[in-house]
């Protein structure tokens, strides 16, 4: 585990630089002891897959006491051997026609036909390693390699909210609608963020996500 600035109003805790289950939950518990703290002055603490972000307000927060804090949670959290159990989301979805028009362009990647595409898919059970880019959007992973399309050279300038996309290894729901170049497979009508709602986010880092072709 190490710490670094980032600059003047972060820290940056980064373990291990691997996609991988345990490390994820590491970052995810060192998070979860933070915040049960309640350092002053700290204003928000965001895991990904293998670091945590700490932000905090520099007028109000002992540097200090904060790191001391980051290395004392962090021994506890170095030693999760184990995951705890999940909650699990199944996520209908609509897959090809209009709601995924780069169904197709991912088949001609894999080398296979657009149904094999489908069921690897949805074959598989997805793991929440981190929200990012804009509000709820949940990185899933791992995508089977057989068909882990990298992202579109040219970004559209619209995504719609509820599009299912592909990029390499990771697959998402866009919350909202938003410009974006990941490969577009189907759609779902499931509300992935609302503000308005308590969590806003349907999916929080450790969930796990099940695909349902509809």
């Not at 980064?14 to 309640?38: K, Y």
């Not at 036909?113 to 791992?142: C, K, N, Q, S």
């Given at each position: 585990?190490?710490?670094?600035?980032?600059?003047?109003?972060?820290?940056?805790v980064?373990?291990?630089?691997?996609?991988?289950?345990?490390?994820?939950?590491?970052?995810?518990?060192?998070?979860?002891?933070?915040?049960?703290?309640?350092?002053?002055?700290?204003?928000?603490?965001?895991?990904?897959?293998?670091?945590?972000?700490?932000?905090?307000?520099?007028l109000?927060?002992?540097?200090?006491?904060?790191?001391?804090?980051?290395?004392?949670?962090?021994?506890?959290?170095?030693?999760?051997?184990t995951?705890?159990?999940?909650?699990?989301?199944?996520?209908?979805?609509?897959?090809?026609g209009?709601?995924?028009?780069?169904?197709?362009?991912v088949?001609?990647?894999?080398?296979?036909?657009?149904?094999?595409?489908?069921?690897?898919?949805?074959?598989?059970?997805?793991?929440?390693?981190?929200?990012?880019?804009v509000?709820?959007?949940?990185?899933?992973?791992?995508?089977?390699?057989?068909?882990?399309?990298?992202?579109?050279?040219?970004p559209?300038?619209?995504?719609?909210?509820?599009?299912?996309?592909?990029?390499?290894?990771?697959?998402?729901?866009?919350?909202?609608?938003?410009p974006?170049?990941?490969?577009?497979?189907?759609?779902t009508?499931?509300?992935?963020?609302?503000?308005?709602?308590?969590?806003?986010?349907?999916?929080?880092?450790?969930?796990?996500?099940?695909?349902?072709?509809?």
């Amino acid at each position: 585990m190490r710490i670094r600035p980032a600059g003047d109003a972060m820290l940056l805790v980064e373990f291990e630089p691997v996609i991988d289950p345990l490390v994820n939950q590491r970052a995810i518990e060192l998070g979860r002891r933070l915040r049960a703290r309640a350092v002053p002055g700290v204003r928000d603490i965001v895991p990904g897959y293998c670091s945590l972000g700490i932000h905090f307000d520099p007028l109000r927060t002992d540097l200090a006491a904060l790191d001391r804090a980051i290395t004392e949670d962090g021994r506890g959290a170095a030693t999760v051997e184990t995951l705890p159990e999940p909650a699990v989301h199944e996520i209908p979805v609509v897959y090809g026609g209009a709601g995924g028009p780069d169904l197709q362009a991912v088949a001609d990647f894999a080398g296979c036909a657009p149904a094999d595409v489908i069921e690897r898919h949805a074959g598989a059970t997805y793991r929440v390693y981190m929200l990012g880019f804009v509000p709820g959007f949940a990185y899933l992973g791992r995508v089977d390699a057989r068909i882990a399309a990298p992202r579109r050279r040219v970004p559209r300038d619209l995504v719609p909210a509820g599009s299912v996309g592909i990029a390499g290894v990771q697959t998402g729901v866009y919350p909202a609608a938003t410009p974006g170049g990941w490969q577009i497979i189907g759609f779902t009508s499931v509300v992935m963020f609302d503000a308005g709602r308590t969590p806003s986010s349907l999916l929080v880092p450790g969930d796990l996500v099940r695909f349902v072709p509809r």
